[in-house]
């Protein structure tokens, strides 16, 4: 089925990508208010904050959590605007 | 708007008792309230029946919670924006729940002649010689899969990354926190990035013989 060679491609490129140190979801709670303000200002760099990129990348449901509350801070800056 | 205080006067006034406290709450819950529809524009429409219900819990659930791990608020952020961070945890796990809440785990990876319930075949709308190498890599992921990964693991990998489950949604299921699945998932994809160096086999290689 063409969705599961889509989520194999994805499960390969994950694989690729792991490391051998990577945050845990208690981790990334802790950060994801500072690391989505610092989204938020087009702050992010590789070098800020790079395990958090990491984790998001391979965690579906941290980063939906990071993009839903990154949305509320943009629309706080557009409002200010 | 509502959220003129700095860090200090919201932890100040949420930490007093009458109506600094009073106001603080309501204040807060505004501010709550503002920002969810931003943040579940891709769960759930600000004009569906069920939204305003879904917002009022999720701010009453804050609100509580928010009170009793005040002290863990560590000044590293807006204060209201981590308070929007709990909102949006409470409020997209409770999406997730119910979009997925009829699915069982071992229904989805129970079909019968396949691996757990994917077919992993080969393109068939690809050529003989360019099916058959994805055939051999296919087999031989499953084979590493198999081999590898704890039966814990591979039912975890597949329901997450093949029919994806959502990972809280798998560790929910499994009776595990998210954390310690998240971990388990972890060391299966460092058990198969290990294996796969041994063999030889990049997941580059891989991936591009599908890209043909």
């Known amino acids: 089925m063409q969705q599961s060679d889509g989520m194999l491609k994805k499960l390969l490129h994950h694989i690729g990508k792991t490391e051998a140190h990577e945050l845990e979801c208690d981790e990334i709670f802790e950060l994801l208010d500072e690391y989505s303000e610092a989204a938020a200002r087009g702050q992010i760099t590789e070098q800020f904050l790079p395990l958090v990129q990491q984790h998001l990348e391979q965690c579906q449901c941290c980063c939906e959590e990071y993009e839903a509350l990154l949305s509320i801070l943009k629309s706080e800056s557009a409002q200010l605007n | ?212």
């Open chain 2, 1 to 212: 708007m509502a959220n003129k205080r700095t860090n200090s006067e919201w932890l100040s006034d949420l930490r007093s008792e009458g109506l600094e406290k009073d106001d603080a709450l309501q204040d807060l819950r505004a501010v709550i309230v503002r920002g969810l529809p931003f943040a579940l524009t891709k769960w759930l429409s600000s004009s569906d029946p069920h939204f305003a219900e879904l917002v009022e819990e999720v701010a009453q659930e804050t609100l509580l919670r928010v009170l009793s791990h005040l002290d863990t608020f560590q000044g590293r952020s807006q204060f209201t924006t981590w308070v929007q961070k709990i909102a949006v945890r409470l409020a997209i796990t409770e999406l997730r729940r119910k979009r997925w809440q009829d699915t069982s785990l071992d229904e989805l990876l129970e079909v019968e002649g396949s691996f757990f319930g994917t077919r992993l075949m080969a393109d068939p709308a690809a050529g003989p010689e360019v099916a058959t190498e994805q055939s051999e890599l296919l087999a031989q992921m499953r084979r590493l899969i198999e081999e590898e990964l704890t039966e814990k693991q591979q039912k975890a990998m597949i329901a997450v990354r093949i029919h994806g489950m959502p990972m809280v949604e798998v560790a929910r299921r499994m009776d595990m926190t998210r954390n310690a699945l998240y971990k388990l998932l972890h060391d299966a994809r460092l058990r198969l990035k290990k294996r796969m160096e041994e063999q030889g086999i990049s997941s580059e290689d891989v991936l591009a013989a599908f890209e043909n």
